[in-house]
């Protein structure tokens, strides 16, 4: 997400609250006009702090079980909203 910086992540599947790449997912990169297009400062950095949101993100993958992320909205390198698609029957939280 730091070297994407703006755009979407698409059809990411998740599997016993693990994402697969394999299918890889699509990434979609949103080119701001006269803005900043290149990947984030943090990327060179080895170690730093995951942000709230990051971590919420992650948090939501662990708790879908089995299913797909439709769209991973990411802004600033950053998940910024998330579509899931899962079956109500598969024990994933609904919030």
Do not use: W, Y
Request: with cysteine; aromatic share 4%.
């Amino acid at each position: 997400m730091q070297h994407l910086n703006f755009g979407r992540i698409e059809n990411l599947e998740v599997r016993g609250g693990e994402p697969v790449f394999d299918p890889a997912p699509r990434v979609v990169r949103k080119l701001k006009i006269g803005g900043e297009n290149c990947p984030r400062p943090e990327i060179a950095r080895e170690d730093f702090l995951l942000k709230q949101q990051t971590l919420e993100m992650l948090d939501a993958i662990s708790q879908l079980g089995d299913g797909e992320i439709r769209v991973i909205e990411v802004k600033h390198g950053l998940a910024f909203g998330m579509e899931i698609e899962q079956s109500l029957d598969n024990g994933g939280r609904h919030d």
